[in-house]
């Protein structure tokens, strides 16, 4: 936040507190943010801290990371017709369904964001598995 102008930490301090209530939808906004910062920085961390190879598990990597403690994402829209994941929750988004959009973000509005819920809504997760998997 340090790094944002003073009028965007106003805004989204604001935001914070008038939402501070608000259940059941978790929302993250990454602000000069970089996924390859945040797993060098764990990965630093967990060494300072004296783990040795054989402690390093997935769950140990994810409690060191700047999202400890919040779900997984299990959408993400990407806006603006782009195909990329662009450096956003590298290790978060391992099963995690992408919806994909021409609209530009400024435009994206409700309709839009009722499109991807519903295709969202359609798809079978499988987290990594094949569905006979799933269905067995």
């Not at 997984?72 to 590298?90: A, K």
């Amino acid at each position: 936040m340090e790094l944002l102008p003073e009028n965007c930490r106003k805004a989204l301090k604001d935001a914070e507190e008038r939402t501070a209530s608000n259940k059941g939808l978790t929302l993250i906004l990454a602000l000069s943010y970089s996924s390859r910062w945040e797993i060098t920085n764990a990965v630093k961390e967990i060494v300072k801290n004296g783990y040795v190879h054989n402690e390093i598990t997935e769950e140990l990597v994810s409690s060191y990371l700047n999202t400890a403690g919040i779900p997984e994402p299990e959408l993400l829209i990407r806006t603006s017709g782009e195909q990329r994941i662009s450096n956003f929750l590298l290790w978060q988004i391992a099963y995690t369904e992408f919806y994909f959009t021409e609209v530009h973000w400024p435009d994206f509005k409700r309709d839009e964001f009722l499109k991807a819920i519903l295709e969202y809504q359609n798809r079978e997760r499988r987290f990594g598995k094949i569905s006979e998997q799933i269905k067995a």
